[in-house]
T-cell receptor, first 112, second 117 residues
Framework: AQSVAQPEDQVNVAEGNPLTVKCTYS??????LFWYVQYPNRGLQFLLK??????LVKGSYGFEAEFNKSQTSFHLKKPSALVSDSALYFCAVRVNDYKLSFGAGTTVTVRA | NAGVTQTPKFRVLKTGQSMTLLCAQDMNHEYMYWYRQDPGMGLRLIHYSVGEGTTAKGEVPDGYNVSRLKKQNFLLGLESAAPSQTSVYFC????????????????FGDGTRLSIL
């Protein structure tokens, strides 16, 4: 079954430092992976998706994700974090033509 | 550019009451979804629809019913609310996956916060 795991419940970084949010996946066939962000009292917003063949995917708000097939990972990264990046981040994998399976989420706190 | 709109935004119910949550999307998407979000559990799929007039069960369908009479609307009903249904409910929509566009994201509304006393 297609699934993702986010091993960290929380990530804390100082503003200006690099931010990494981890995601590992388990799929059969091609991995169709996504990252979403959720700000307080809002719905999930699409950040980026994996495109077959691109190991570094660029997305919204300066985020990027690194796909590593050998480690079955799709980590979200930002070179210089902002306080406004504090939010809940979800990794997701496409299960079939219709459905996604989401990780449990990682809360990111960026301190000034 | 509204995207996905959910009504109401907040609601408090008593156990046993019924209600309907409305989701509307203006992106002409074929697929629509209802999720619930509970602390530490991510998002769990309740029901989904792959087109007007069709619905299917997700991971946690018990206690809920849905209808998709129009392409742009997807309704979630609670016939007899229970405290275990206290949650934040999200609707989402997406276009279909094709060979040229195989990885379409889902677009979410801002949620309905439902408390059942």
């Amino acid at each position: 079954a297609q699934s993702v795991a986010q091993p960290e419940d929380q990530v804390n970084v100082a503003e200006g430092n690099p931010l990494t949010v981890k995601c590992t996946y388990s799929v059969s066939g091609n991995p169709y992976l996504f990252w979403y962000v959720q700000y307080p009292n809002r719905g999930l917003q699409f950040l980026l998706k994996y495109i077959t063949g691109d190991n570094l995917v660029k997305g919204s708000y300066g985020f990027e994700a690194e796909f590593n097939k050998s480690q079955t990972s799709f980590h979200l990264k930002k070179p210089s974090a902002l306080v406004s990046d504090s939010a809940l981040y979800f990794c997701a994998v496409r299960v079939n033509d219709y459905k996604l399976s989401f990780g449990a989420g990682t809360t990111v706190t960026v301190r000034a | 550019n509204a995207g996905v709109t959910q009504t109401p935004k907040f609601r408090v119910l008593k156990t046993g009451q019924s209600m309907t949550l409305l989701c509307a999307q203006d992106m002409n998407h074929e697929y629509m979804y209802w999720y619930r979000q509970d602390p530490g559990m991510g998002l769990r799929l309740i029901h989904y629809s792959v087109g007007e007039g069709t619905t299917a069960k997700g991971e946690v369908p018990d206690g809920y019913n849905v209808s998709r009479l129009k392409k742009q609307n997807f309704l979630l009903g609670l016939e007899s609310a229970a405290p275990s249904q206290t949650s934040v409910y999200f609707c989402a929509s997406s276009s279909g996956h094709t060979g040229r566009r195989p990885n379409q994201p889902q677009h979410f509304g801002d949620g309905t916060r439902l408390s059942i006393l």
